[in-house]
């Protein structure tokens, strides 16, 4: 791979990681659950930290 397309990776990455890190501080300040997949199954991370497979929003 060229430098200069690895150089842009690497650039994009860490803008992509600081967007994920603002809207999950975001979402703690307004009280929400950050939501991830993994092995398709989805995890709530709820504002105090703690990690449940139960959907915590009301239907």
């Known amino acids: ?3 200069r397309i690895y150089e842009e990776l690497i650039k994009m990455s860490k803008i992509g990681g600081r ?3 603002k809207a ?3 979402n703690r300040q307004k009280g929400l ?8 199954r989805l995890y709530y ?3 105090d930290g703690t990690i ?3 959907n915590p929003l009301p239907e």
């Open 1 to 3: 791979m060229k430098k």
């Open 19 to 21: 967007a994920v890190q």
């Open 24 to 26: 999950q501080e975001e």
């Open 33 to 40: 659950p950050s939501v991830y997949s993994k092995n398709k």
């Open 45 to 47: 991370e709820l504002p």
């Open 52 to 54: 449940t497979m139960k």
